[in-house]
């Protein structure tokens, strides 16, 4: 059915093409002028993406700031994150590398080819194709397509099936509209928001084996510069790990739209020496603050119906609806990194939710001023 | 003022191409085999997934005689059809009025059953995952019958009305297509909600 | 050689009362109105669509700005998707394809005139449904209801628990129908392909923007269909009390997720096929040859409709799947890669040795090879699944998507306008406002798109109504702004060139490209009737035949 009868000739570097006699006797090599225009407007387009990766890697490596405020996908310190960004620039330099050979040849027959005034009348060479060019392209795709596909079939299986080590942490993690639940069931912790885990050695390693749930909706766990995004599912258990070697604090947010409030359930993950994770951890599973002075303000928070959604271990608040308070003030923000931790802006969120995080499932409590205070100063309590 | 002619072309000596009324029909059958297809995996996946109530093999009775119904209405349609080739009025009005009573009934019976599943079993489509899978599988292909019962009757009347001659053969046969594809959908949702899934 | 349109007066010349001329169109059966009808309606929402992208970016341009509520700009991300792909580039290549395919196979009309016109109304009702969600109802969260699940309404999030009110159903429901009629309209372009060739139109000397339609098509039938059983079972979820995306009763979420992309995945080759169709009928006209391998160019597009049905978890690296599943998708997603490859490089040899003419329609291809090229490179990146589970999710997939969907495909559908907005109409788009319109759109085009990769690499997701200072992403996000504003100025000056040569271009003749495909054989516009009689090719050029009867391209095939 599609036979191609034509006459074959050898052209040049021995290439067969199917074309018309007549017409290649006629066809000469011709002095091109150079026509700029659209050529460049190509170059520069080119330019503009280079200089902007180029840019972008800069931002990555501009100085190590000690909170790595930049969640740089290639500022990486974790070992699933390294294999990732090794991967990735063995892609990219191939991709690099594709790009540069095809769009030069674009560029060049947009340019070398462009009709002249002069010689508008007469039509080109009628070529109808090649059997032999078509197997080049199709055979060197073919080979870096299967180059591809291994090496990243070898990361694929390394950062899914690598085993977990005994010694490694492990956090179950609960992804809700709009907040994270941590828990640690082997040390007793319950947090939210803020991740706790130690660095890791890699001569001894201790890495940090996340068990991934979900209440609601879907969730993504992504902080990119120590692993690739896991997604939270309801009624499924995805696990994912990783293994920070350098200490600090990494930024990260939810990656899988889940509702309105989406945008702001970050993460935080503080990277901590042995010696400081211990310590979080025993002052974690310590019971709330129980002063005797601050009764009154407690027995505001027993009977205004915040028990119905947070917990604070050694009392009566039970709820798992929302994140657990033993521990409040030892974290940095609120309502999963929306708000700074401060006095003014923990009394507005109990306030008045919707100023800080509209569309949140915390409730404006339609307190009084002075039920305010006391439940701000018995807050503040929770160290 | 000649046509546009290429200067060797020649008319074909047959220049025949498949009766767009068939190929019409081909791709709704491709089209709804796909919309089969989702619900039968949905249902197969899942198999033995519900959390609570009835099972398919505590609920499920075979409808050995409806499906013998419903897969003889596509002979009787079949023969139907070459008859209304052949010019044979009656003999075609007779077996497509057979065939109409055979998917009635199997329509029936799927009523039947699902009264008796609904009231005397509890089973219903929001019961659990069994309940939703089957009766939107069955439902879908169930509805797929009415359709083409409604169709058949259509048909039905105009043949009574004397419209339906041997010159209405291929679009007829067209439709009879429809109804051999919702009968081989019906071998396929049998086995697997009888068959395969119990 | 005089054009075959027999001289008939009509009462065209009489003043008709415009309540006539509407009902004419609102009735007609006729394809190239149909197709029409199908083009002025898509890029209507292309507007609206546009104007919904700027105001995600002006919400976006810095960071905690509040020019709109979450609420609003989750519903301007979800009813943007929606609208550009369901209400834009679909509606747009159905009507292309409308008018062009009967008349490049020398045929009269479509093989079923009335469910073409059936099909248009349902595609346009389902738009309409979609719109009445703004002012229908009242949701949970105060005035408009339109959804706000994202355009892949992923479940859980679109059951009655977490999506109240009637937001989700509008999406559910208008897709549905508009679905149907899309449904309608391959089965016509297939049983049109198929049967009403005209003598002598083998199908391997159809053009090849008839055999990327048909190809089309076929994806049509069996991808759409899963989104529409999917779509039925989200309604008995949230009506009839069913779970089967109901989590908490032991459905799966990810089922939702793979019926979709099963759809998703296709839909995308849906989308960018018939913009291949452009360029292989504009680059050889402009290039002054024929294309470049056309038997590799049909076969190249048969595999990539075959991988594309085996690529769709692409879209689910991240949730969990065993290793073994994301690398079996892993190389199914680059495989599709060689046949798209073979195609780009084939537009390269068509324009090898040629003369090209850098008139507006070739601008627009010349710049879809190098967009399509930078954006399937990026594809090949995200299709490396490790490092899908940084980028995905990312604003560097967006990048990605638009690269593909403005760069390489509307860039196409710009190319086809004004290659056939002559033929359509008679007359000339201008020239000059064309380029106009080329260079604005090229430069707002990569300030928004080239940026927009930046913010990805650096860790912002999508889908996000704003975002924390000091991560990086602010001045990315200003300049993408930017460049979305550019873009909407370009294609302010397309409507106005549309307007402007529809009334005052210059008379366009049979074939101002001096083409070689049969639509260029008759009037422009054509005669109601198309041809006069049917006509008998004997190459895949016939008018090349006819303009070089010493040297018939029938004698090379």
């Known amino acids: 059915m599609f036979g191609a009868s034509g006459t074959t000739l050898q052209m040049g570097k021995g290439l067969n093409v199917t074309t018309r006699d007549e017409e290649l006797q006629a066809a000469t090599a011709k002095v091109c002028e150079l026509e700029w225009k659209t050529a460049l407007g190509r170059a520069a387009g080119v330019l503009v993406i280079l200089a902007g990766i180029l840019l972008a890697a800069g931002l990555c490596t501009a100085g190590t700031r000690p909170d790595n405020p930049v969640p740089c996908i290639f500022q990486t310190h974790s070992t699933p994150a390294d294999s990732i960004d090794r991967l990735s620039r063995f892609v990219l330099s191939i991709t690099t590398l594709i790009f540069l050979v095809v769009a030069t040849l674009l560029t060049y027959a947009v340019m070398k080819f462009r009709s002249k005034a002069a010689d508008a009348q007469r039509e080109p060479a009628q070529v109808y194709g090649s059997t032999q060019i078509e197997l080049a392209w199709t055979v060197i795709p073919i080979l870096i397509v299967v180059v591809l596909f291994l090496a990243t079939a070898r990361v694929i299986h390394a950062i899914q099936d690598a085993p977990k080590p005994a010694a490694a942490v492990e956090v179950t993690a609960i992804g809700h509209q709009f907040w994270w639940e941590f828990r640690y069931p082997a040390l007793g912790v319950v947090t939210a928001n803020e991740l706790h885990i130690p660095v890791s050695d890699p001569a001894h390693p201790r890495p940090t084996f996340l068990r991934l749930l979900s209440a609601d909706t879907d969730h993504s766990f992504w902080v990119p510069q120590l692993a690739g995004k896991t997604d939270l599912i309801p009624n499924r258990v995805n696990e994912m790990w990783m293994d920070p070697h350098q200490t600090g604090i990494f930024l990260g947010q939810c990656a899988q739209y889940c509702g309105t409030q989406h945008a702001k359930m970050l993460l935080q993950v503080s990277v901590e020496s042995p010696e400081d994770f211990e310590a979080w951890v025993r002052s974690q599973k310590q019971p709330a603050n129980q002063d005797q002075k601050e009764m009154a303000d407690r027995h505001v928070f027993e009977t205004t119906a915040c028990v119905n959604c947070h917990a604070v271990a050694g009392t009566n608040a039970t709820g798992r609806f929302g994140p657990d308070l033993t521990h409040l003030m030892s974290r940095r923000t609120l309502a999963a990194g929306a708000a700074k931790n401060t006095k003014e802006n923990l009394r507005l969120w109990i306030q008045n939710p919707d100023a800080i995080k509209p569309g949140s499932l915390m409730p404006a409590m339609q307190l009084t001023d002075a039920d305010l205070d006391a439940l701000v100063r018995y807050l503040e309590t929770l160290q | 003022m000649s046509a546009i002619t290429s200067p060797l072309a020649q008319t074909p000596e047959a220049w025949s191409l498949p009766y767009r009324g068939k190929v019409g029909m081909a791709c709704l059958i491709i089209a709804e085999s796909a919309i089969f297809t989702i619900f039968v995996v949905a249902y197969l996946f899942y198999l033995g997934k519900s959390l609570t109530g009835p099972t398919p093999r505590e609920v499920l009775e075979t409808p050995i005689f409806y499906t013998i119904c419903l897969l003889s209405s596509s002979l009787t349609i079949h023969l139907a059809s070459r008859f209304l080739e052949r010019g044979k009025r009656s003999a075609f009005l007779g077996l497509w009025f057979l065939t109409i009573v055979l998917g009635g009934l199997f329509l029936f019976g799927t009523g039947q059953e699902w009264h008796r599943l609904i009231y005397e079993r509890g089973l219903t489509i929001s019961t659990n995952l069994f309940g939703t899978t089957y009766y939107s599988l069955v439902g879908l292909h169930a509805t797929h019958v009415t359709v083409g019962l409604l169709m058949l009757s259509v048909v039905l009347l105009f043949g009574l009305a004397g419209r339906v001659g041997h010159e209405q053969s291929a679009r007829v046969e067209v439709l009879s297509l429809y109804w051999h594809f919702v009968d081989a959908v019906w071998v396929v949702v049998f086995t697997v909600v009888y068959v395969l899934g119990r | 050689m005089s054009s075959d349109v027999m ?551």
Request: aromatic share 16%.
């Open chain 3, 7 to 557: 001289a008939i007066q009509t009462a065209e010349g009489a003043a008709r009362p415009w309540v006539e001329t509407l009902h004419e169109w609102a009735t007609t059966v006729d394809h190239k109105r149909l197709g029409i009808l199908y083009i002025l309606y898509a890029l209507f929402f292309l507007v609206v669509g546009g104007i919904e992208a700027t105001i995600m970016r002006i919400q976006l341009m810095r960071p905690h700005n509040d020019f709109v509520s979450p609420q609003v700009f989750n519903r301007m991300f979800t009813m943007h998707g929606t609208t550009m792909i369901f209400f834009v580039v679909m509606p747009i290549m159905f009507g292309f394809a409308n008018y062009l395919v009967p008349l490049m196979i020398g045929a009269r009309d479509m093989a079923f005139p009335r469910l073409n016109a059936f099909s248009f109304w349902l595609t346009a009702l389902g738009g309409i449904l979609l719109y009445f969600s703004f002012a229908g109802g009242s949701g949970l969260y105060g005035a408009g209801n339109a959804p706000d699940v994202g355009w892949w309404a992923y479940a859980p999030l679109t059951s009655r628990a977490f999506s109240p009110g009637h937001s989700t159903d509008y999406w559910t429901i208008a897709l549905l129908i508009s679905g149907f009629g899309s449904i309608g309209t391959a089965i016509n372009i297939i049983a049109t392909i198929l049967s009403m060739r005209c003598p002598g139109m083998k199908l391997s000397r159809m053009p090849l923007l008839a055999w990327m339609t048909l190809v089309m098509s076929g994806l049509v039938l069996i991808s759409i269909s899963p989104l529409s059983a999917a779509q039925i079972m989200l309604v008995v979820d949230r009506y009839l009390g069913g779970h089967f995306f109901d989590t908490q009763a032991g459905g799966s979420a990810a089922i939702w997720m793979h019926f979709f992309w099963i759809f998703g995945h296709p839909e995308v080759y849906i989308l960018v096929i018939p913009a291949f169709a452009f360029a292989s009928e504009i680059i050889p006209v402009f290039s002054r040859k024929p294309i470049f391998g056309y038997p590799v160019m049909v076969a190249a597009t048969v595999c990539i409709g075959f991988i594309g049905m085996s690529v769709w978890a692409h879209h689910m690296f991240t949730i969990g799947m065993e290793s073994s599943a994301n690398a079996f998708f892993v190389l199914t997603t680059m495989a599709i890669a060689v046949p798209t490859g073979i195609k780009i490089f084939n537009w390269l040899g068509t324009m090898w040795g040629g003369k090209i003419q850098v008139k507006t329609p070739m601008l627009f291809c010349i710049g879809f090879l190098f967009q399509f090229l930078i954006a399937g490179l990026t594809g090949i990146m995200l299709g490396a699944a490790p490092f899908d589970w940084q980028l995905g999710g990312s604003y560097f997939v967006v990048a990605h998507f638009h690269y593909m969907i403005v760069g390489a495909i509307l860039f196409c559908v710009f190319g086809a306008v004004y290659y056939w907005f002559p033929k359509m109409t008679g007359r000339m788009l201008n020239e000059s406002l064309g380029k106009v319109q080329f260079w604005l759109f090229l430069i707002g085009f990569h300030l928004t798109f080239d940026f927009m990769h930046i913010p990805g690499v650096l860790g912002m997701p999508r889908r996000i109504y704003t975002y924390e200072p000091g991560r990086g992403w602010d001045s990315w996000n200003l300049i993408i702004t930017i460049g979305a504003f550019i873009q909407g100025i370009a294609t302010l000056v397309f409507v106005a060139n549309l307007v402007f040569s529809y009334f005052k271009g210059t008379k366009a003749g049979n074939d101002p490209w001096d083409a070689w495909t049969l639509e260029w054989s008759v009037s422009s516009p054509p005669p109601d009737y198309n041809f006069a009689s049917i006509p008998m090719v004997a190459s895949r050029r016939p008018l090349w035949d006819r303009k070089h009867p010493e040297d018939p391209d029938s004698r090379y095939e």
